[in-house]
């Protein structure tokens, strides 16, 4: 069959982006015809925030808006200032990547983007058919980031808990911010039989990002995110001050066998394809570690089912989400457990999936280990 496209792209959000991108340098898929599928495309607006920690150089350093040395845990428990040298917290603002991403894919000749929502996606064994609003389009290859929420919340055997956050920008009349610290985590605000906590993450003096975030098995209304956000405000004695922007969104939380949704032919990747860590919701450095590994894999391999496996921190994140499902009040003192009793480079080595086996004992012995036994025995005779 002689089809137009060798890969539609469904979504050109950041994972939709990071492919393209791949696909634009690598020499190997000069001649590949490509399509792009997204309403919005290219996004001309910054709508989320990602963070993540890295080496103080790297490929992002042009896109960072701001990186921190210093990080702060608080809770009830433990306050703690970490260090993260020689790595860094850093801060990119989604226009910034969409943008380098955008520019370079504008200017490959064999990439084609199409204005339109997807409503369907089939494999047909020797082809891939996608159905839009307006059309079928029809490929060798799909890379699908459309996450599909009603699976998730339908599926009984793997619990779904939702990361949700509203996030605002703010400027004050005064000096009111240490710029040269990231409040990582505080867990000090009422909690309300949730986990809950806020990110302080300041770019001057005067401005930064106060973001809300909550692991539950609910969203809240507006008054729910905005409540919480002005109260936390005045606690830090911040009283004038000028919102600029806002962002919001949601993650899935959840140990979903997300590749199992693969076909031969159909990927799914970014969120619906499980690249979001199930238990802290850090998407962005996976996104770039998964798409080298796919782009690589295409080079040897075509059967899409063969692409992902299953590792033991995907069950070390299905046990947590087990627990927090169960008790989601526990998120405060289990996190503020994990910070207490362990070295800081320790913890994110192990949430970077970077860690051995011996470092892992050492994490899972710091939690009082009752529920988690218990939990591990029920989620044993349920795989």
């Known amino acids: 069959m002689n089809l137009k496209f060798d890969y539609i792209i469904c979504g050109g959000g950041a994972s939709g982006l990071s492919i393209a991108s791949g696909l634009s340098l690598d020499q190997y898929f000069s001649n590949k015809k490509i399509l792009i599928i997204d309403p919005e495309f290219p996004k001309k607006k910054n709508d989320r925030t990602w963070c993540f920690w890295e080496n103080d150089k790297s490929n992002w350093d042009n896109l960072t808006h701001y990186k921190w040395e210093k990080v702060i845990f608080n809770s009830p428990q433990i306050n703690k200032t970490i260090s993260l040298n020689p790595s860094r917290y850093k801060m990119l603002k989604s226009m910034s990547y969409y943008k380098q991403c955008n520019d370079l894919i504008l200017k490959n000749p064999n990439i084609q983007h ?41 599926n009984s ?3 779904l808990l939702i990361q949700h956050f509203e996030g605002w920008f703010i400027k004050t009349d005064k000096d009111v911010f240490n710029k040269k610290e990231a409040t990582f985590m505080d867990f000090t605000i009422k909690q309300n039989s949730n986990t809950r906590f806020m990110y302080v993450l300041p770019f001057s003096k005067k401005e930064a990002l106060i973001e809300f975030t909550l692991f539950s098995k609910d969203l809240l209304d507006k008054q729910g995110y905005e409540k919480p956000l002005t109260n936390y405000l005045k606690e830090l004695g911040i009283t004038n001050y000028n919102i600029t922007n806002k962002e919001s969104g949601k993650i899935p939380m959840t140990g979903f066998p997300f590749h199992k949704q693969n076909s031969k032919n159909i990927i799914y990747i970014g969120s619906a394809g499980g690249w979001s860590k199930p238990s802290t919701g850090y998407t962005f450095k996976n996104i770039e570690r998964k798409s080298k590994l796919l782009l690589k894999f295409l080079k040897t391999k075509d059967d899409f089912k063969n692409f992902s496996k299953t590792t033991r921190f995907w069950f070390y994140d299905l046990i947590f989400l ?13 996190f503020s457990q994990m910070f207490k009793n362990n070295q800081s480079k320790l913890i994110f080595k192990f949430l970077d999936e970077k860690s051995n086996f011996f470092d892992e004992l050492k994490i899972m012995s710091s939690f009082s280990t009752g529920i988690f036994i218990k939990t591990i025995l029920k989620r044993i005779f349920n795989l």
Do not use: A
């Open 157 to 159: 055997k793997y619990p």
């Open 322 to 334: 087990d627990v927090l499902y169960q008790n989601n009040h526990l998120g405060r003192k289990l």
């Open 114 to 154: 199409i204005n339109d929502k997807v409503i369907k996606v089939d494999d047909k064994g020797n082809f891939c058919e996608v159905k839009t609003e307006n059309n079928i389009y029809k490929s060798k290859k799909v890379f699908n980031s459309i996450l599909n929420w009603e699976l998730l919340k339908n």
